[in-house]
């Protein structure tokens, strides 16, 4: 499985299809539909949030899809994917990769450490970790994950000076682990992403920048208000 996947996504743009709850696009037809359009645009993958969405869009197009579970706990600070349970039910409507928190905070590592260990035993699908630093890449790759994304780059507390993409981080990871990086964080433009693939990515996530119109409207409003 894992050489189909890394057949399939070398050198792609993964587009993640995801809606706020609430937001007029919070619906898993809908965002089938982004994802059906992300596939006609030449997308290798997807990458999606709950298994209601998951499963709607793995009905409606042919890629992997990279599945996550959201879940914001009172008191915790960790909210994708943060148990085994999640994992599982992420893993049960269909997702080929299952993303999950793998960062220092919560003093995370015994409990992902026990989540790899039951997925591996559970279900045929292969793992990514979400990262914020290099030191948690690293742990990453010693826990045994498939593929790393730094996809929590500027969400964690102690990387919250970070809110732009972060080549640096990126060029790093790909150089130094052994493991499948996937470029993920604060991409917005096609020359980003292309930068990302030449400092080593195995492939590109890309969110908001393609399938989020209030964040895309908001950049702009932004702008022009700069300029009064």
Same mark, same amino acid.
């Given at each position: 499985?894992?050489?189909?996947?890394?057949?399939? =996504?070398?050198?792609?743009?993964?587009?993640?299809?995801?809606?706020?709850?609430?937001?007029? %696009?919070?619906?898993?037809?809908?965002?089938?539909?982004? !994802?059906?359009? !992300?596939?006609?645009?030449?997308?290798?993958?997807?990458?999606?949030?709950?298994?209601? /969405?998951?499963?709607?869009?793995? /009905?409606?197009?042919? =890629?992997?899809?990279?599945?996550?579970?959201?879940?914001?706990?009172?008191?915790?600070?960790? %909210?994708?994917?943060?148990? %085994?349970?999640?994992?599982?039910?992420?893993?049960?409507?269909?997702?080929?990769?299952?993303?999950?928190?793998?960062?220092?905070? @919560?003093?995370?590592? %015994?409990?992902?450490?026990?989540?790899?260990?039951?997925?591996?035993?559970?279900?045929?699908?292969?793992?990514? !970790?979400?990262?914020?630093?290099? @030191?948690?890449? =690293?742990?990453?790759?010693?826990?045994?994950?498939?593929?790393?994304?730094?996809?929590?780059?500027?969400?964690?507390?102690?990387?919250?000076?970070?809110?732009?993409?972060?080549?640096?981080? =990126?060029?790093?990871?790909?150089?130094?682990?052994?493991?499948?990086?996937?470029?993920?964080?604060?991409?917005?433009?096609?020359?980003?992403?292309?930068?990302?693939?030449?400092?080593?990515?195995? !492939?590109?996530?890309?969110?908001?920048?393609?399938?989020?119109?209030?964040?895309?409207?908001?950049?702009?409003?932004?702008?022009?208000?700069?300029?009064?």
């Amino acid at each position: 499985m894992i050489k189909d996947l890394l057949d399939r =996504l070398e050198r792609k743009l993964i587009v993640s299809c995801q809606a706020r709850k609430g937001q007029p %696009f919070d619906s898993p037809y809908l965002l089938s539909l982004f !994802a059906k359009a !992300a596939e006609i645009g030449g997308a290798g993958g997807i990458r999606a949030n709950q298994p209601d /969405n998951v499963i709607a869009i793995k /009905n409606a197009v042919d =890629l992997p899809v990279i599945g996550i579970f959201k879940q914001y706990i009172p008191g915790r600070e960790v %909210f994708i994917t943060p148990e %085994f349970d999640d994992a599982a039910a992420v893993a049960r409507a269909g997702a080929d990769i299952v993303a999950m928190d793998c960062t220092l905070r @919560e003093d995370r590592e %015994f409990e992902v450490r026990k989540i790899v260990s039951k997925m591996r035993n559970s279900y045929p699908v292969a793992l990514m !970790a979400d990262v914020s630093t290099f @030191e948690e890449a =690293l742990l990453a790759q010693d826990l045994g994950f498939d593929f790393i994304a730094p996809t929590l780059t500027g969400f964690t507390s102690y990387t919250s000076q970070w809110s732009e993409f972060d080549i640096d981080l =990126l060029e790093k990871m790909c150089k130094s682990l052994t493991i499948p990086v996937i470029a993920e964080g604060h991409i917005r433009t096609p020359e980003q992403a292309r930068e990302a693939i030449r400092v080593g990515s195995f !492939a590109v996530v890309v969110g908001k920048a393609i399938t989020m119109p209030s964040e895309i409207t908001k950049w702009f409003v932004q702008e022009i208000e700069s300029s009064h």
